[in-house]
């Protein structure tokens, strides 16, 4: 008799996103009269840069001539993008990160999802909470956890609390955890963390022989020159810490798919008896076996986001997205919200008025105003009472959201 893995069993109903996809469908075809106006799954709007978009039709060419076509690809990504990542986003900060440690791939929302694989099931997780939902899912979906609670936690997860008291950077775990969590900027509070705050972490990591996952999505977004943009720019990184980043809110990647992951080499994890184990050949084992690597074409356009005119194009989008965010950020503050990030970083986090639910609220505003946002609950049992709003989309349709946000008070 052929048995279902039960762990999938444990999860919750339905993933967030999907969820509010099925309610605003449900809405839309009772209410089809309704311009609706989404504010909630952050997916961008505004178009791919020029200078990227050059590049794909000349790979595409390329492709058509039997000298330049190319088939299978490395594993790990071509030599010509890797060099250019190694060079524009760690070099340039004083990260030192090789090419060979970086792995291309078709998004971090996979790679933080599968690199849970290479690490004993035995292992105990540390989240922050509110928290990216896939974080917390792939790990239910491995076996690394108990049941799911009534507020949502799952057994054998240890929920580090992100609150306006501890300006959404958590305080170290009370126990050693082995596999640590932390996105910075972070979804969904938009909260950035300072370098003393990733070196208390880092310091944490080495001495209880952990591993951090740095989800660094968002860095693009950080405004303020003091927030680090990747952990590695800190001491002592490079032995504790693997870090993800995309190309799909910088620069509009999500509907071409490219990311890479960076695995330091000389990274350890351990056996059961002690023996130091490195994750880069690991790591490369896994992704040698069950991926085929990034498309030649997409590689080129992500190459092109690091020339001169790409980079400068690319910028302008996501500053309207920031321009976006404290637009958002501004005209909830006169309305009498309580408000959070959209500084360094495309979202904004707000609390609920009058104590409401997170999925009240986003019923509320969706037949009242028309507008969608993302329930702060489907992230973790510490987003109740919050929602967090997207700032992509066009300037056009978050001035109207604002406006009929602001129409149900009067």
């Known amino acids: 008799m052929i048995k279902v893995n039960e762990n999938y069993l444990k ?139 009534e507020s949502g936690a799952y057994e054998g997860i240890v929920y580090m609390p992100c609150t306006e008291e501890n300006g959404f950077v958590p305080q170290l775990p009370d126990r050693a955890v082995d596999l640590i969590y932390l996105c910075y900027p972070n979804n969904p509070t938009g909260a950035a963390a300072t370098k003393q705050q990733l070196k208390t972490w880092i310091d944490y990591a080495k001495k209880n022989k952990a591993i951090i996952l740095f989800d660094a999505a968002y ?80 590689q080129c356009a992500a190459a092109a986001t690091y020339s001169k005119q790409g980079k400068k194009q690319i910028r302008k989008s996501i500053d309207l997205y920031l321009n976006n965010a404290r637009v958002i950020r501004e005209q909830l503050k006169k309305l009498g919200y309580k408000v959070f990030g959209g500084v360094n970083a495309p979202y904004v986090w707000v609390q609920t008025p009058n104590r409401l639910g997170s999925w009240e609220f986003f019923d509320l505003l969706l037949s009242r105003a028309n507008v969608v946002v993302t329930p702060g609950a489907g992230f973790g049992a510490a987003g109740e009472g919050y929602f967090r709003i997207s700032a992509f989309n066009s300037p056009e349709n978050v001035e109207k959201a604002m406006q009929r946000i602001a129409e149900l008070y009067k």
């Not at 943009?229 to 504790?240: K, L, M, P, Q």
């Open 11 to 149: 999860l919750k109903a339905g993933y967030l996103f999907p969820e509010i996809a099925r309610r605003v469908k449900i809405f839309s075809q009772a209410n089809p009269q309704a311009k609706i106006i989404r504010l909630g799954i952050g997916d961008v709007t505004e178009p791919i840069a020029p200078a990227v978009i050059a590049a794909m039709h000349k790979a595409v060419d390329e492709m058509a001539e039997r000298e330049n076509f190319k088939g299978y690809g490395p594993e790990q990504g071509y030599d010509f993008l890797r060099n250019l990542i190694a060079e524009n986003d760690y070099q340039s900060r004083g990260a030192k990160i090789d090419a060979n440690e970086i792995f291309v791939s078709d998004g971090s929302k996979c790679d933080t999802g599968n690199l849970q694989e290479i690490f004993d099931i035995a292992n105990v997780i540390a989240v922050q909470d509110p928290v990216y939902p896939v974080y917390v899912d792939t790990n239910v979906m491995a076996g690394r956890t108990g049941a799911s609670l």
């Open 219 to 298: 860095e693009a977004y950080i405004t303020d020159s003091q927030m680090p943009h990747s952990i590695y720019e800190i001491d002592g990184a490079r032995d504790v810490a693997i870090e993800f980043r995309s190309y799909s809110k910088t620069a509009g990647f999500t509907g071409l798919r490219c990311a890479f992951t960076v695995i330091p080499q000389g990274l350890c994890a351990y056996t059961k008896d002690g023996r130091a184990a490195e994750l880069h050949p690991i790591w490369n084992r896994r992704h040698c076996t069950k991926f085929n690597g990034v498309s030649y074409v997409t």
